[in-house]
Structures are given as structure tokens and as C-alpha cells.
């Protein structure tokens, strides 16, 4: 019997917007028994610091690791947090927006079982779109104390920034979810140099460039009597003479000098930047005055 062949059908393409909005929809019902909807999402690929200037400051901010290393981050804003808490206390949303209000440690603690369960379903919903290995191996790291802490945490480099503009279901409250990692389609693969039997040569050099070294970085040095040493207490002030942010010097074991540093911050923490010594400058002597005496050099 001859019947009319129907038209195939191609597949419809998987795309990172709707990946998006099935892995959120799914971690809210999982992690918090929340139903909710993604109206929109946005996607942008910006330099570290055109993503700091584009962030806003009241948002719940937490790193993303990779291989244990901060690698990008997540953001919820004041609506998405008072949900959580409130599917998280009292089992319902409240028909009203909450107030507007700075995130606490607490707020982290409420929202780590959504971001996470995010985190999970994001590589299953993904995979096969543009966004497919874009969150392989990321896993939620500590929060961040400020909107400054994410730039001095993060690498300088393309960042893919998602915004997740969520529907609570409830009166008319809006959150948003910000996502953050690294353009996996824009870094460049560097590939291993497998040396097979390396020599006796390269093998002595990469057990010594793998050794640990110890550096001191010293400010300032001081001489105190034992008397003045004695008398010190918490609270008392000791003068560094001539000290500045530049004079920092760097020595190795057995007091060897190895260079100069700036005293800064990275990352939270104190940190030294190696800097070339400044050079000093000679400058002429003006001639002795009438009546002064005249130093002869051999």
C-alpha cells in the first residue's frame, strides 16, 4: 500500500538557555521542594573586570572551585536568599518581597543546598549544548565578604556570566541567580610534552625546579636592648625607621638577599609583588660657597 512519506524531523538544538532553566527549576524542586520559573536568561562574555563593574554589591556572593581552586563564582540576590530561608524555616513563600538587606554567613549556609544541587545537574542538563563541560568538576567553595574579594580571588580572563531571572510563583517576586566561570571555548589548550625516557639531565632538573624553597620577606630590622625587650607590652608601638611598602627584601637560608619586593594583597591575604631595585640617582654637587673649605679626594 502506498502511503505519503512523512517529512523528517530534525532535532531540535539543545540550547545553554534552556539548559539553564531545566537545571535550576530541578534543583529548587529537589533541594527545597520550590517550584519556580526561569523567565529569561542572559549571557555575557566579559573580562574579569568588566564582570566586577557589572555585579551589584548587595548579592550573596560564593566561590566555584575547580580542582580545589577558586575558578569562578554564584550570586543570589536579597529575593532568592529570603526564599531559600523561607522554604528552609517555615515551608512556604511569603506572598510579599522581602526587605532589601545585606547577606549574612547564615544566608550561605541556607542556600548551599540549592547552588550545590545546581551544581550537580547543571553537567547532566548541558551536555550537548554550547555550554556542554562548562561546569564539569566545579563545586561550591566558602563565601565571599565582599563584591572586592571576587576580583582579588578570581584569574584575569574571559568569564561567561549567566543571570538566571527566576519567578517565585508567588505574588509577583522576582529573584535572580548569577553564574560566573571561565570561557572554556576561548582558553587554549596547551598540550603535555610527554619526555618518555628523559635523561639523567632533564629528570636532575625537574626534581630540583619541584624542590620546595623557603624565602623570608623582611620589612624593617631593629635593635632593642634586653631591658626594652622586657618591657614591651600588647598595645606598644615600635617605630620603623625609614621602613616604606617598597623596602621589603627577600632572603633565602643563611640570610642570602635574593631580591626586593612591595609589601600589597592578594586574595584576601599579604602578599609581596618582586620589583627591581630602584636605581639610585647621582646628582652634582654644588660648588663650595665663598669661604668654605673644599674636601680634596685622592
Not at 34 to 45: A, C, D, P
Request: aromatic residues 4%; glycine residues 8%.
Amino acid at each position: 500500500m502506498a502511503v505519503r512519506q512523512a517529512p523528517l524531523t530534525s532535532d531540535v538544538p539543545l540550547t545553554s538557555s534552556r539548559a539553564l532553566r531545566v537545571a535550576m527549576t530541578r534543583a529548587a524542586d529537589k533541594a527545597l521542594g520550590l517550584s519556580l520559573s526561569v523567565t529569561s536568561v542572559g549571557e555575557e562574555t566579559l573580562q574579569l573586570e568588566a564582570v566586577i563593574e557589572t555585579l551589584p554589591n548587595d548579592y550573596l556572593y560564593a566561590g566555584l572551585l575547580r580542582l580545589g581552586e577558586v575558578t569562578g563564582f554564584i550570586g543570589l540576590d536579597a529575593q532568592m536568599r529570603a526564599a531559600v530561608i523561607e522554604m528552609q524555616t517555615i515551608g512556604s513563600l511569603s506572598k510579599s518581597p522581602q526587605i532589601e538587606r545585606s547577606p549574612t554567613t547564615t544566608d550561605m549556609v541556607l542556600a548551599a543546598p540549592v547552588c550545590e544541587m545546581l551544581l550537580k545537574l547543571l553537567p547532566e542538563t548541558t551536555a550537548g549544548s554550547d555550554l556542554d563541560g562548562w561546569v564539569d568538576d566545579v563545586s561550591l567553595g566558602d563565601p565571599f565578604d565582599s563584591l572586592r574579594s571576587v576580583g582579588l580571588a578570581l584569574e584575569d580572563a574571559d568569564y561567561r556570566l549567566m543571570r538566571l531571572t527566576i519567578d517565585l510563583d508567588v505574588g509577583e517576586r522576582l529573584g535572580e541567580i548569577i553564574l560566573a566561570l571561565p570561557n572554556h571555548t576561548s582558553q587554549p589548550i596547551v598540550p603535555e610534552t610527554d619526555l618518555g625516557d628523559s635523561g639523567w639531565d632533564i629528570k636532575m632538573n625537574r626534581a630540583v625546579i619541584n624542590a620546595p624553597a623557603t624565602l623570608d620577606a623582611i620589612l624593617c630590622r631593629t635593635k632593642l636592648t634586653i631591658g626594652q625587650v622586657n618591657t614591651l607590652q600588647v598595645g606598644d608601638v615600635l617605630p620603623l625607621y625609614g621602613a616604606t611598602v617598597s623596602s621589603v627584601r627577600l632572603f633565602a637560608p643563611e640570610g642570602v638577599e635574593v631580591g626586593s619586593a612591595r609589601l600589597g594583597q592578594s586574595g584576601g591575604l599579604r602578599a609581596v609583588r618582586l620589583e627591581t631595585p630602584v636605581a639610585t640617582v647621582m646628582r652634582d654637587i654644588p660648588p663650595p660657597k665663598t669661604g668654605e673649605a673644599v674636601l680634596q679626594a685622592d
